[in-house]
């Protein structure tokens, strides 16, 4: 019973601090974090603060080419971003290759190394049994001697 209560309010604490966390983790495309108000208002002012002698649909072509020069630079400093990225993961795919090749170097060598480890140790062992019957034998000449 103690232990659903203790798991049910841990859980309970970490969904609600979830829930109630203050900020946002990533902010959105619109965020913009010098004067922390979204940027489609700066579009806006810009509206606002055109002379008063033009008509309506030259400043919504304005406005609109404004837009698209925004769009077009910032879809190409993503691209620029998605390149480099891009650049970095290769990189990285290429450094993972050259330690797996480097790994599978070392455990080549480590299984040639272990295996002959055990053949030393088997001739080892096979010399220590030849020492102890050698002993023994001389040790029951001497008893025989006696």
Request: glycine fraction near 2%; aromatic fraction near 6%.
């Amino acid at each position: 019973m103690k232990k659903n209560f203790l798991i049910l309010s841990i859980i309970a604490v970490m969904s609600g601090s979830i829930a109630f966390a203050d900020g946002m983790v990533f902010d959105p495309t619109e965020y913009n974090a010098s004067n922390t108000t979204p940027a489609k208002t700066t579009t806006t002012s810009a509206k606002t603060t055109a002379p008063k002698n033009i008509t309506i649909e030259e400043n919504t072509k304005a406005s609109s080419s404004y837009a698209q020069n925004s769009i077009s630079g910032q879809s190409t400093s993503l691209n620029n971003a998605l390149f480099e990225l891009d650049s970095a993961q290769v990189n990285i795919r290429n450094d993972l290759l050259d330690y797996q090749a480097k790994y599978q170097e070392v455990d080549t060598q480590y299984k040639l190394i272990k295996e002959q480890r055990r053949v030393l140790d088997e001739q080892i062992k096979s010399i220590e049994r030849r020492i102890k019957d050698l002993e023994r034998s001389k040790n029951q000449i001497r008893k025989t001697m006696i």
